[in-house]
């Protein structure tokens, strides 16, 4: 099995910045799709990013300009770097990963980490 490992996540003032981490336990890391996903309080799990084995990343329309995300498959970790960040980018943050294909949907992930908390206060 896939492990994921969410940690990095924190009380931020708006404006402020924080970078996202999830460690991976398990074979052939490099094979994966990864994506980060966030779910505020009351609110529908929204995708965020993704990025493919050949590092080319994508990102939803919300984050643009303000995250990026980044993978080392050498230390079988993914990150997400997050600047300018705004109240309504309080949420869950969760890291997901799923072989064979590149998506925005989170029925497609198969393994997924408990997550990290981000606060924003304005």
């Known amino acids: 099995q896939l492990q994921l490992v969410e940690s990095g996540g924190g009380l931020v003032q708006a404006g402020g910045s924080l970078r996202l981490s999830c460690a991976a336990s398990?074979?052939?890391?490099?094979?994966?799709?990864m994506a980060w996903f966030r779910r505020a309080p009351g609110k529908e799990r929204e995708f965020v990013a993704t990025?493919?084995?050949?590092?080319?990343?994508y990102y939803a329309d919300s984050v643009k300009g303000r995250f990026a995300i980044s993978r080392d498959n050498a230390k079988n970790a993914l990150y997400l770097q997050i600047t300018n960040l705004k109240p309504e980018d309080t949420a869950v943050y969760h890291c997901?990963?799923?072989?064979?294909?590149?998506?925005?949907?989170?029925?497609?992930?198969?393994?997924w980490g408990q997550g990290t908390q981000v606060t924003v206060s304005s």
């Open positions: 990025i493919g084995a050949d590092y080319s990343p």
């Open positions: 398990g074979p052939f890391f490099g094979a994966y799709y």
């Open positions: 997901a990963a799923v072989l064979g294909l590149i998506t925005t949907s989170p029925r497609q992930y198969t393994y």
